[in-house]
Protein backbone atom coordinates (compact mmCIF):
# COMPACT_ATOMS: atom_id res chain seq x y z
CA UNK A 1 0.00 0.00 0.00
CA UNK A 2 1.61 3.63 -0.92
CA UNK A 3 2.59 5.51 1.95
CA UNK A 4 -0.02 8.73 2.78
CA UNK A 5 1.86 11.71 3.82
CA UNK A 6 0.64 14.16 5.59
CA UNK A 7 1.97 17.91 4.49
CA UNK A 8 3.95 17.73 7.77
CA UNK A 9 5.72 14.67 6.13
CA UNK A 10 4.81 12.11 8.89
CA UNK A 11 3.49 8.83 8.06
CA UNK A 12 -0.80 9.05 9.21
CA UNK A 13 -1.43 6.15 11.75
CA UNK A 14 2.21 6.34 12.83
CA UNK A 15 2.83 7.36 16.49
CA UNK A 16 6.46 8.91 16.94
CA UNK A 17 5.80 12.75 16.53
CA UNK A 18 9.05 13.62 13.89
CA UNK A 19 9.92 17.18 13.52
CA UNK A 20 8.00 18.78 11.19
CA UNK A 21 8.04 22.41 9.27
CA UNK A 22 5.36 24.54 8.19
CA UNK A 23 4.97 27.98 6.18
CA UNK A 24 1.75 29.43 5.88
CA UNK A 25 0.07 32.50 4.76
CA UNK A 26 -2.81 34.25 6.09
CA UNK A 27 -5.45 36.72 4.19
CA UNK A 28 -8.19 38.65 5.26
CA UNK A 29 -10.02 39.85 2.06
CA UNK A 30 -13.27 41.79 1.45
CA UNK A 31 -15.66 43.44 4.12
CA UNK A 32 -14.45 42.76 7.58
CA UNK A 33 -16.70 41.46 10.27
CA UNK A 34 -16.43 40.33 13.42
CA UNK A 35 -14.50 36.56 14.04
CA UNK A 36 -11.88 37.46 11.49
CA UNK A 37 -9.19 37.42 14.28
CA UNK A 38 -10.31 35.07 16.30
CA UNK A 39 -10.49 32.41 13.53
CA UNK A 40 -7.04 33.56 12.57
CA UNK A 41 -5.96 32.38 16.39
CA UNK A 42 -7.70 29.36 15.43
CA UNK A 43 -5.66 28.41 12.77
CA UNK A 44 -2.00 29.54 14.68
CA UNK A 45 -3.24 27.60 18.20
CA UNK A 46 -4.03 24.44 15.91
CA UNK A 47 -1.03 24.84 13.58
CA UNK A 48 1.44 25.04 16.66
CA UNK A 49 -0.19 21.93 18.10
CA UNK A 50 0.39 19.75 15.17
CA UNK A 51 3.66 21.44 13.74
CA UNK A 52 7.29 21.61 15.23
CA UNK A 53 8.05 24.67 13.94
CA UNK A 54 5.68 26.86 12.06
CA UNK A 55 5.85 30.43 9.93
CA UNK A 56 2.89 32.16 9.60
CA UNK A 57 2.86 35.33 7.18
CA UNK A 58 0.34 37.99 7.64
CA UNK A 59 -0.38 39.31 4.42
CA UNK A 60 -1.36 42.76 4.64
CA UNK A 61 -4.79 43.95 2.97
CA UNK A 62 -6.09 40.90 1.51
CA UNK A 63 -5.47 40.10 -2.14
CA UNK A 64 -3.70 43.76 -2.92
CA UNK A 65 -1.11 42.94 -0.23
CA UNK A 66 -0.91 39.03 -1.99
CA UNK A 67 -0.42 40.99 -5.34
CA UNK A 68 1.80 43.78 -3.76
CA UNK A 69 4.24 41.16 -1.99
CA UNK A 70 2.87 43.35 1.50
CA UNK A 71 3.28 41.34 4.35
CA UNK A 72 4.99 40.43 7.59
CA UNK A 73 6.30 37.39 9.55
CA UNK A 74 3.86 37.10 12.36
CA UNK A 75 5.10 35.93 15.88
CA UNK A 76 3.06 33.48 18.47
CA UNK A 77 2.06 36.66 20.71
CA UNK A 78 0.37 38.13 17.70
CA UNK A 79 -2.22 35.63 18.38
CA UNK A 80 -2.47 36.20 22.27
CA UNK A 81 -5.98 37.97 23.04
CA UNK A 82 -7.04 38.85 19.77
CA UNK A 83 -10.11 36.21 20.87
CA UNK A 84 -12.61 39.18 21.24
CA UNK A 85 -10.96 41.72 19.07
CA UNK A 86 -12.99 42.84 15.76
CA UNK A 87 -11.78 43.84 12.57
CA UNK A 88 -8.50 42.18 11.19
CA UNK A 89 -5.00 42.98 12.70
CA UNK A 90 -4.14 42.28 8.61
CA UNK A 91 -6.49 44.58 7.25
CA UNK A 92 -8.25 44.03 4.44
CA UNK A 93 -9.43 45.27 0.94
CA UNK A 94 -12.14 44.34 -1.92
CA UNK A 95 -10.71 42.78 -4.87
CA UNK A 96 -13.79 42.15 -6.85
CA UNK A 97 -13.47 38.52 -8.70
CA UNK A 98 -14.79 40.36 -12.04
CA UNK A 99 -11.83 42.60 -12.10
CA UNK A 100 -9.31 39.83 -11.04
CA UNK A 101 -8.21 39.11 -15.08
CA UNK A 102 -8.46 42.90 -15.76
CA UNK A 103 -4.82 44.10 -15.37
CA UNK A 104 -3.69 46.60 -12.66
CA UNK A 105 -2.45 49.89 -13.03
CA UNK A 106 1.18 48.88 -14.31
CA UNK A 107 -0.56 46.61 -16.88
CA UNK A 108 0.49 43.49 -14.25
CA UNK A 109 -1.65 39.95 -14.51
CA UNK A 110 -3.30 40.46 -11.10
CA UNK A 111 -3.44 36.46 -10.55
CA UNK A 112 0.32 35.78 -12.09
CA UNK A 113 1.32 38.22 -9.48
CA UNK A 114 -0.42 36.77 -6.47
CA UNK A 115 1.25 33.44 -7.75
CA UNK A 116 5.04 35.12 -7.69
CA UNK A 117 4.15 36.43 -4.28
CA UNK A 118 3.07 32.75 -2.81
CA UNK A 119 6.67 31.71 -4.12
CA UNK A 120 8.66 34.20 -3.47
CA UNK A 121 7.50 33.71 0.00
CA UNK A 122 7.43 29.84 -0.41
CA UNK A 123 4.49 29.30 1.22
CA UNK A 124 2.98 25.47 1.68
CA UNK A 125 0.00 27.12 2.00
CA UNK A 126 -2.54 30.17 1.45
CA UNK A 127 -5.57 30.23 4.32
CA UNK A 128 -8.24 32.93 2.71
CA UNK A 129 -11.08 33.93 5.03
CA UNK A 130 -13.64 35.33 3.02
CA UNK A 131 -16.80 35.89 1.45
CA UNK A 132 -18.31 35.01 -1.80
CA UNK A 133 -16.38 36.88 -4.19
CA UNK A 134 -12.86 36.14 -2.28
CA UNK A 135 -13.68 31.95 -2.21
CA UNK A 136 -13.85 32.66 -6.24
CA UNK A 137 -10.47 34.07 -6.26
CA UNK A 138 -9.27 31.41 -3.57
CA UNK A 139 -10.92 28.72 -5.82
CA UNK A 140 -9.31 30.11 -9.18
CA UNK A 141 -5.85 30.57 -7.18
CA UNK A 142 -6.02 26.77 -6.16
CA UNK A 143 -7.02 25.83 -9.99
CA UNK A 144 -3.74 27.54 -10.64
CA UNK A 145 -1.77 25.46 -8.41
CA UNK A 146 -1.83 27.00 -5.22
CA UNK A 147 -2.28 25.22 -2.20
CA UNK A 148 -5.56 27.12 -0.64
CA UNK A 149 -8.05 26.81 1.83
CA UNK A 150 -10.57 28.84 2.42
CA UNK A 151 -12.80 29.79 5.22
CA UNK A 152 -16.38 30.85 5.25
CA UNK A 153 -16.39 34.64 6.30
CA UNK A 154 -19.30 36.91 5.97
CA UNK A 155 -22.20 39.26 7.60
CA UNK A 156 -24.42 37.87 5.37
CA UNK A 157 -24.02 34.38 5.81
CA UNK A 158 -24.34 33.94 1.89
CA UNK A 159 -21.97 31.48 1.12
CA UNK A 160 -23.18 28.16 -0.14
CA UNK A 161 -22.11 25.09 1.29
CA UNK A 162 -21.87 26.16 4.87
CA UNK A 163 -24.67 26.29 7.56
CA UNK A 164 -23.18 29.41 8.88
CA UNK A 165 -20.58 32.02 8.44
CA UNK A 166 -18.49 33.31 10.83
CA UNK A 167 -19.21 37.45 11.52
CA UNK A 168 -23.24 36.27 11.06
CA UNK A 169 -24.36 36.22 14.48
CA UNK A 170 -22.59 38.58 15.74
CA UNK A 171 -24.42 41.17 13.01
CA UNK A 172 -27.49 39.71 14.34
CA UNK A 173 -26.79 40.59 17.68
CA UNK A 174 -26.25 44.06 17.09
CA UNK A 175 -29.00 44.39 14.11
CA UNK A 176 -31.26 43.04 16.56
CA UNK A 177 -30.10 45.36 19.68
CA UNK A 178 -30.98 48.39 17.01
CA UNK A 179 -34.30 47.25 16.78
CA UNK A 180 -34.66 46.65 20.36
CA UNK A 181 -34.24 50.57 20.98
CA UNK A 182 -35.94 51.03 17.84
CA UNK A 183 -39.22 49.61 19.68
CA UNK A 184 -39.06 51.57 22.68
CA UNK A 185 -38.75 55.17 20.99
CA UNK A 186 -41.57 53.51 18.48
CA UNK A 187 -43.81 52.23 21.04
CA UNK A 188 -43.55 56.26 22.75
CA UNK A 189 -44.32 58.15 19.24
CA UNK A 190 -46.56 55.86 17.45
CA UNK A 191 -44.73 55.80 14.45
CA UNK A 192 -43.80 53.37 11.94
CA UNK A 193 -40.22 52.75 12.36
CA UNK A 194 -37.68 51.11 9.15
CA UNK A 195 -34.61 49.69 9.73
CA UNK A 196 -32.55 48.73 6.96
CA UNK A 197 -30.38 45.71 7.47
CA UNK A 198 -27.26 44.73 5.35
CA UNK A 199 -26.74 41.38 4.11
CA UNK A 200 -25.69 42.66 0.41
CA UNK A 201 -28.12 40.23 -2.25
CA UNK A 202 -29.53 37.30 0.95
CA UNK A 203 -32.27 38.14 3.35
CA UNK A 204 -30.48 35.92 6.16
CA UNK A 205 -29.18 38.89 8.33
CA UNK A 206 -32.51 40.82 8.25
CA UNK A 207 -35.02 37.38 8.28
CA UNK A 208 -33.00 36.41 12.17
CA UNK A 209 -32.66 40.10 13.17
CA UNK A 210 -36.46 40.68 12.13
CA UNK A 211 -37.38 37.84 14.34
CA UNK A 212 -34.81 38.27 17.20
CA UNK A 213 -36.17 41.58 18.08
CA UNK A 214 -40.14 41.40 17.07
CA UNK A 215 -40.58 43.20 13.91
CA UNK A 216 -43.79 43.42 12.16
CA UNK A 217 -42.79 43.37 8.94
CA UNK A 218 -39.60 42.00 7.33
CA UNK A 219 -39.14 42.37 3.87
CA UNK A 220 -36.18 40.60 1.88
CA UNK A 221 -34.55 40.13 -1.59
CA UNK A 222 -35.88 36.39 -1.81
CA UNK A 223 -39.74 37.30 -1.07
CA UNK A 224 -40.50 40.68 -3.53
CA UNK A 225 -42.90 43.00 -1.72
CA UNK A 226 -45.97 44.59 -2.64
CA UNK A 227 -46.07 48.30 -1.04
CA UNK A 228 -50.06 47.56 -0.85
CA UNK A 229 -49.79 44.51 1.02
CA UNK A 230 -47.59 46.37 3.24
CA UNK A 231 -49.80 49.19 4.36
CA UNK A 232 -52.51 46.31 4.63
CA UNK A 233 -50.23 45.19 6.89
CA UNK A 234 -49.72 48.35 8.74
CA UNK A 235 -53.54 48.81 8.75
CA UNK A 236 -54.19 45.58 10.00
CA UNK A 237 -51.93 46.15 13.26
CA UNK A 238 -53.87 49.87 13.56
CA UNK A 239 -56.92 47.94 13.53
CA UNK A 240 -55.80 45.79 16.29
CA UNK A 241 -55.10 48.90 18.54
CA UNK A 242 -51.43 49.01 17.91
CA UNK A 243 -49.87 52.45 17.45
CA UNK A 244 -46.77 51.72 16.05
CA UNK A 245 -45.09 49.18 13.59
CA UNK A 246 -41.67 48.48 12.66
CA UNK A 247 -40.31 47.47 9.22
CA UNK A 248 -37.06 45.48 8.80
CA UNK A 249 -35.80 45.60 5.50
CA UNK A 250 -33.20 44.31 4.20
CA UNK A 251 -30.72 46.54 1.90
CA UNK A 252 -30.79 44.37 -1.22
CA UNK A 253 -34.84 43.93 -0.18
CA UNK A 254 -37.25 44.43 -3.83
CA UNK A 255 -40.56 45.56 -4.87
CA UNK A 256 -42.46 43.10 -7.23
CA UNK A 257 -42.56 45.26 -9.75
CA UNK A 258 -39.11 45.76 -9.82
CA UNK A 259 -38.41 41.59 -9.28
CA UNK A 260 -40.34 41.70 -12.85
CA UNK A 261 -38.04 43.86 -14.74
CA UNK A 262 -34.97 41.38 -14.03
CA UNK A 263 -31.66 42.10 -12.98
CA UNK A 264 -30.32 44.20 -15.77
CA UNK A 265 -33.06 46.56 -15.78
CA UNK A 266 -32.65 46.86 -11.91
CA UNK A 267 -28.96 47.62 -11.68
CA UNK A 268 -29.79 50.31 -14.87
CA UNK A 269 -32.66 51.86 -13.22
CA UNK A 270 -30.93 52.27 -9.66
CA UNK A 271 -28.11 53.81 -11.95
CA UNK A 272 -30.07 56.25 -13.27
CA UNK A 273 -32.17 57.97 -10.77
CA UNK A 274 -31.21 61.12 -9.93
CA UNK A 275 -28.77 61.75 -6.88
CA UNK A 276 -31.23 63.56 -4.24
CA UNK A 277 -34.74 61.03 -5.78
CA UNK A 278 -35.99 59.29 -3.24
CA UNK A 279 -34.55 55.69 -4.27
CA UNK A 280 -30.99 56.84 -2.81
CA UNK A 281 -29.37 56.54 -0.63
CA UNK A 282 -31.06 53.35 -0.20
CA UNK A 283 -34.74 50.90 -0.41
CA UNK A 284 -35.14 52.00 3.51
CA UNK A 285 -36.06 55.52 2.64
CA UNK A 286 -37.87 54.38 -0.73
CA UNK A 287 -40.33 52.54 1.23
CA UNK A 288 -40.64 55.19 3.85
CA UNK A 289 -41.53 57.74 0.99
CA UNK A 290 -44.19 55.70 -0.69
CA UNK A 291 -45.92 55.15 2.77
CA UNK A 292 -46.37 58.50 4.13
CA UNK A 293 -47.55 59.50 1.03
CA UNK A 294 -49.71 56.29 0.67
CA UNK A 295 -51.43 56.86 4.21
CA UNK A 296 -50.11 60.14 5.94
CA UNK A 297 -48.56 57.74 8.44
CA UNK A 298 -45.00 59.71 10.05
CA UNK A 299 -42.49 57.46 9.41
CA UNK A 300 -38.78 57.45 10.53
CA UNK A 301 -35.55 55.85 9.15
CA UNK A 302 -32.86 54.05 10.96
CA UNK A 303 -29.45 52.58 8.76
CA UNK A 304 -27.41 51.25 11.34
CA UNK A 305 -25.01 49.99 8.10
CA UNK A 306 -21.06 49.11 9.00
CA UNK A 307 -22.04 49.40 13.22
CA UNK A 308 -23.32 46.07 12.30
CA UNK A 309 -19.73 44.72 11.37
CA UNK A 310 -18.20 46.16 14.06
CA UNK A 311 -17.42 45.37 17.44
CA UNK A 312 -16.32 42.09 19.17
CA UNK A 313 -17.52 38.47 18.24
CA UNK A 314 -20.56 37.14 19.92
CA UNK A 315 -19.54 33.73 21.88
CA UNK A 316 -21.25 31.64 19.25
CA UNK A 317 -19.14 32.88 16.77
CA UNK A 318 -16.16 33.10 19.26
CA UNK A 319 -16.58 29.53 19.56
CA UNK A 320 -17.44 28.54 15.72
CA UNK A 321 -14.77 30.96 14.90
CA UNK A 322 -12.17 28.93 16.83
CA UNK A 323 -13.61 25.56 15.62
CA UNK A 324 -13.04 26.33 12.00
CA UNK A 325 -9.62 27.37 12.69
CA UNK A 326 -8.50 24.87 14.20
CA UNK A 327 -10.04 22.16 11.39
CA UNK A 328 -8.30 24.52 9.09
CA UNK A 329 -4.95 23.93 10.91
CA UNK A 330 -6.14 19.97 10.93
CA UNK A 331 -6.54 20.12 6.73
CA UNK A 332 -3.14 22.10 5.96
CA UNK A 333 -1.64 18.79 7.96
CA UNK A 334 -3.23 16.12 6.28
CA UNK A 335 -2.11 18.07 2.83
CA UNK A 336 -6.19 18.51 2.12
CA UNK A 337 -5.90 21.67 -0.02
CA UNK A 338 -8.27 23.45 -2.26
CA UNK A 339 -11.28 23.44 -0.21
CA UNK A 340 -13.23 25.73 2.68
CA UNK A 341 -13.43 24.64 6.26
CA UNK A 342 -17.47 24.45 6.92
CA UNK A 343 -20.47 24.03 9.31
CA UNK A 344 -23.06 21.43 8.56
CA UNK A 345 -25.57 20.21 11.02
CA UNK A 346 -23.20 21.66 13.87
CA UNK A 347 -20.03 19.10 12.71
CA UNK A 348 -17.19 21.35 10.77
CA UNK A 349 -16.42 19.35 8.06
CA UNK A 350 -14.72 20.49 4.45
CA UNK A 351 -16.04 20.83 1.07
CA UNK A 352 -14.07 21.54 -2.57
CA UNK A 353 -13.72 25.63 -2.88
CA UNK A 354 -14.96 24.30 -6.58
CA UNK A 355 -18.76 23.46 -4.81
CA UNK A 356 -19.29 26.44 -3.11
CA UNK A 357 -17.33 29.17 -5.67
CA UNK A 358 -19.95 31.15 -7.50
CA UNK A 359 -23.28 30.05 -5.70
CA UNK A 360 -24.93 31.91 -3.36
CA UNK A 361 -26.67 30.50 -0.18
CA UNK A 362 -30.17 32.44 -0.19
CA UNK A 363 -33.24 31.97 2.18
CA UNK A 364 -36.14 29.71 0.55
CA UNK A 365 -38.89 31.15 0.97
CA UNK A 366 -40.74 27.70 1.50
CA UNK A 367 -38.47 27.12 4.51
CA UNK A 368 -39.63 26.05 7.46
CA UNK A 369 -38.30 29.40 9.10
CA UNK A 370 -40.27 31.48 6.89
CA UNK A 371 -43.31 29.90 7.16
CA UNK A 372 -43.07 29.79 11.25
CA UNK A 373 -42.48 33.69 10.74
CA UNK A 374 -45.50 33.59 9.37
CA UNK A 375 -47.29 31.53 11.78
CA UNK A 376 -46.08 34.21 14.13
CA UNK A 377 -48.46 36.99 12.52
CA UNK A 378 -44.84 38.58 10.58
CA UNK A 379 -45.63 39.98 7.07
CA UNK A 380 -43.08 39.63 4.25
CA UNK A 381 -44.89 42.26 2.03
CA UNK A 382 -46.09 40.06 -0.29
CA UNK A 383 -49.58 38.36 0.23
O1 LIG B 1 -20.70 41.66 2.60
C1 LIG B 1 -20.76 42.34 3.79
C2 LIG B 1 -21.40 43.68 3.60
O2 LIG B 1 -21.43 44.35 4.83
C3 LIG B 1 -22.78 43.67 2.97
O3 LIG B 1 -23.77 43.32 3.89
C4 LIG B 1 -22.88 45.07 2.44
O4 LIG B 1 -23.75 45.12 1.34
C5 LIG B 1 -21.48 45.36 2.00
O5 LIG B 1 -20.63 44.47 2.72
C6 LIG B 1 -21.01 46.76 2.26
O6 LIG B 1 -19.78 46.91 1.66
P1 LIG B 1 -18.75 48.07 1.95
O7 LIG B 1 -18.13 47.83 3.27
O8 LIG B 1 -17.78 47.95 0.83
O9 LIG B 1 -19.52 49.34 1.95
Not at 120 to 132: A, E, F, S, T
Not at 240 to 256: D, P, W
Not at 303 to 320: K, T
Request: proline share 3%; charged share 25%.
Amino acid sequence: MAENKTAAGKTKGSQARRPSKIRVGFLTSGGDCQALNATMRGIAKALYELFDSVEIIGIHDGYRGLMHGDWHLMQRDDFSGILTRGGTILGTSRVPFKTVRVPDENGGDKIELMKATYRKLKLDCLCVLGGNGSQKTANLLSQEGLNIIGLPKTIDNDLYGTDLTFGFQSAVDIASSVIDCIHTTAASHGRVFIIEIMGHKVGWLTLYAGMAAGADIILIPEIPYDINVVIDALKKREAQGKKFSIIAVAEGAVSKEKAALGKRAQKQAAESAPENSAVRPSVAYEIGARIQELTGQEVRVTVPGHMQRGGAPCPEDRVLASRLGARAGKLIYDGQFGRMVVIQNNEITSIPLSVSAGKLKTVDPNSSIVEEARLLGLSFGDR
